[in-house]
C-alpha cells in the first residue's frame, strides 16, 4: 500500500486536520535507571521513537507494538493507555508535508531481535530520559520522554491524582 493510500484526506491546501499515528516509547530498566530507546529515521536519520499509521483489525497500542516491531526489532509488553500526544509534518515527498497527531503507548522491552523488516534501514541505541529527550525534534515528545514514570509490576499505568 502506497502512502496516497494511507491519507483518506486530500493533500492540497484546502485539507485539513492532522492524520493520526501511533508510537511506542520503548523503555527498559537499566544499571543507571530507565533507558528509552531512539531509532534514526529513514531519510533525514534524526532520533525518533518507532511511529506508523493505524493498521486494520490492529489496535492502537497494537499498531504502537507493530511499529516498534518492524522498524526497531522490539519485542515486550505495550501499555494499552497513551502516555500522551505530539504533532509534526511528515514529509511524503519533495512538496507535500501532512500535519500528523501521534498518540503514544509505552512498550516495555523484553528483546531486541537482530534482524527485522528495516534493519538495513535504521540504526536504534538507548539513551537515559533527559538524552533522549534533548535529541528528538519534537517539543512535545520531548516532554512525553522527560515526564516518563514507569507503570508499577502487575498495574497498567498509573491513575492521574494518585
Given at each position: 500500500?502506497?502512502w496516497?493510500?494511507k491519507?483518506?484526506a ?23 535507571g ?9 531519510d ?12 486494520t ?10 511499529e ?5 526489532g522490539?519485542?515486550?509488553?505495550v501499555n ?13 515527498g ?20 537482530d534482524?527485522?523488516?528495516?534493519v538495513?534501514?535504521?540504526?536504534r ?5 533527559d ?32
Open positions: 500500500m502506497g496516497q493510500d491519507i483518506a486530500p493533500m492540497t491546501s484546502g485539507g485539513t486536520g492532522a492524520k493520526i499515528q501511533y508510537a511506542a516509547l520503548c523503555w527498559r530498566k537499566g544499571d543507571q530507565v533507558e528509552i530507546l531512539l531509532i534514526t529515521s529513514r533525514s536519520g534524526r532520533w525518533v521513537i518507532p511511529k506508523g499509521w493505524p493498521m483489525g490492529l489496535s492502537p497500542e497494537a499498531a504502537a507494538a507493530q516498534a516491531w518492524e522498524e526497531a522490539v519485542e515486550g509488553v494499552p493507555m497513551s502516555l500522551g500526544r505530539f504533532g509534526y509534518h511528515k514529509a511524503l519533495d512538496a507535500v508535508r501532512v500535519p500528523c497527531a501521534v498518540a503514544v503507548y509505552g512498550l516495555r522491552v523484553k528483546r531486541l531481535a534482524k527485522f523488516p528495516e538495513k534501514e535504521r540504526r541505541d538507548w539513551f537515559p530520559p538524552v533522549a529527550a534533548d535529541l528528538v525534534q519534537e517539543p512535545e515528545l520531548a516532554q512525553i520522554i522527560r515526564g516518563f514514570i514507569p507503570p508499577a509490576e502487575g498495574r497498567p499505568a498509573p491513575i492521574a491524582g494518585e
